[in-house]
């Protein structure tokens, strides 16, 4: 074989490997790669300088913002959350991540308890797994009854399509992550007493369900996937990566100016001579341990 050959050769295995692949359960698997801190903390900087030029632009034109974060458990759905929202008012944008329905709530119109979260004019809401919980686990786990697993498919698209009409600008993202890259977070959280909580006996049952969880994912893509509202898939193997592509998607989604606010100037502060403070005996402090 030529010298030539073999470039030819190396080159087309170097381009294999580059392409992300699928799973046997329909996930996207990334190409697994170490993201430098320094470079990724510039680009989450200027990133988040962004974000506050949207979250003003926003508050000005009375815009009414919902993003969905779904996936599956592990997926850094959180962490994409907590980048974005780290640097805004949260006033102006806040997140919405509801526990299991009360009593009251089984009962009651199924988007009803979503519905009273949804924004005012100038607000963002970030839904941390949303009304699509009736396609993934309340179907995997039994949940719900296949009657109102199969009303929720053919109403979530006509809900959604109300509240686009309404104004709402409504952007769905799916966080995909392998199941490989799932069982090593699951092994991480084990062993790390500050992200255990984070392991559900929900998660832990998961992992023995994960065709099932695909094909109900398949199934909510199909009849979900609209034109007025279609679903964003972010490759998340990699989370630092999987944070700056889904903020730098999210911006791109907005058309925004920057109405940043000039700094105010700050006067003299004024003469505090006449001020006699209390004794500091009369006030209890903190133990200063560091």
């Not at 046997?24 to 990133?47: C, F, Q, S, T």
Request: aromatic share 10%.
């Amino acid at each position: 074989m030529t010298t030539k050959e073999k470039r030819g050769k190396k080159g087309d295995k170097e381009r294999r490997a580059s392409k992300p692949s699928a799973n046997g359960a329909g996930d996207v698997k990334a190409e697994k790669h170490k993201v430098d801190n320094k470079p990724y903390e510039r680009d989450l900087a200027r990133l988040q300088i962004e974000l506050v030029k949207l979250q003003e632009w926003v508050k000005h034109e009375g815009l009414k913002v919902v993003v969905i974060f779904e996936g599956r458990d592990a997926a850094g759905k959180g962490g994409v959350i907590k980048r974005i929202t780290e640097s805004l008012n949260p006033r102006i944008c806040r997140v919405v991540a509801l526990g299991r329905p009360t009593e009251r709530e089984k009962t009651s119109w199924y988007f009803q308890r979503y519905v009273t979260h949804l924004p005012a004019a100038g607000e963002i809401v970030l839904f941390d797994r949303s009304w699509y919980n009736r396609a993934g686990v309340e179907r995997v786990m039994g949940f719900c009854s296949d009657a109102q697993y199969q009303e929720f498919l053919r109403s979530c698209p006509e809900f959604e399509r109300m509240l686009v009409r309404s104004g709402i600008i409504l952007i769905k993202y799916w966080l995909s992550v392998s199941d490989e890259e799932q069982e090593r977070r699951f092994q991480k959280r084990m062993n790390d007493p500050t992200r255990s909580w984070k392991l559900s006996p929900m998660d832990v049952e998961s992992r023995s369900r994960w065709i099932e969880y695909s094909k109900a994912k398949d199934t909510m893509f199909a009849h979900t996937d609209i034109k007025q509202a279609p679903w964003y898939v972010v490759k998340a193997d990699v989370k630092k990566c999987a944070r700056l592509n889904c903020i730098s998607h999210l911006l791109s989604m907005i058309p925004y100016k920057d109405l940043t606010p000039t700094p105010p100037e700050l006067p003299p502060r004024p003469d505090a001579t006449s001020y006699m403070r209390p004794p500091i005996d009369d006030q209890t402090f903190v133990e200063e341990i560091w």
